[in-house]
């Protein structure tokens, strides 16, 4: 699966829950029960077979962060090759994506968004230019809001944004435009929008 460029309200109501793809909650919200397509204000959603739940929170979840296939399943792989359960290793590796960290520390509103920043050089990672968004970052690394871009428009009183967002135990916001990276992601910061259990259990069987 490559980006998604179509409307990202269909994916929404495709799943009937809002996977954080745009930045109008409320919006999204409105139409979140009706399924997409011609029949969808009466088309009926059935329990499924065990294959297409877990098929359905794979797909969840490479929505959610932005990825492809084989990228998601690399990820995978290497929680399942890492000791303690597989699971919160997966969802630990997934939020601890470059790209992700920008939009938790509160310098994007959506993960496409900081994809983008983050792409376009616009941070420093422990004192270094850091333009890619899949790095996995580490307990004690410090993403720092280059001082020559904190004027573009987008940046915007940043620092005030910074000092309300509501942060994960994880990180933490330092002095000025910048975050920290203090602790490994807990079970409790996990979006609670897919079954990581049921993903771990689709790729066991292929």
């Known amino acids: 699966m490559g980006r998604n460029i179509g409307p990202k309200n269909k994916i929404a109501r495709r799943f009937h829950v809002n996977l954080g793809l745009k930045t109008n909650a409320t919006k999204v919200a409105r139409r979140l029960n009706q399924s997409p397509g011609q029949h969808g204000p009466n088309k009926r959603k059935g329990a499924g077979s065990s294959y297409g739940r877990q098929l359905d929170e794979k797909q969840k979840a490479k929505f959610v962060y932005g990825l492809r296939e084989r990228q ?15 699971g919160v290793n997966l969802n630990q ?11 938790r520390l509160g310098f994007a509103v959506t993960r496409a968004q ?4 983050v792409s376009h050089g616009m941070f420093m990672l422990n004192g270094k230019k850091m333009n890619i968004p899949s790095h996995i970052v580490s307990v ?9 871009k904190a004027g573009k428009k987008i940046f915007e009183g940043i620092e005030e944004k910074l000092k309300k967002q509501e942060l994960p135990s994880w990180l933490r916001i330092e002095n000025g435009a910048a975050g920290k990276v203090t602790a490994r992601p ?11 259990k049921l993903i771990v259990e689709y790729y066991s069987t292929r």
């Open 72 to 86: 998601f399943r690399r990820y995978v792989e290497t929680a399942s090759n890492m000791a303690g359960d597989s």
């Open 93 to 103: 590796i997934l939020e601890m994506r470059m790209d992700n960290v920008v939009y």
């Open 186 to 196: 807990l079970p409790t910061d996990f979006e609670r929008v897919f079954d990581v």
């Open 114 to 117: 900081a994809r983008q920043l």
């Open 140 to 148: 004690g690394d410090e993403i720092v809001l280059k001082a020559n």
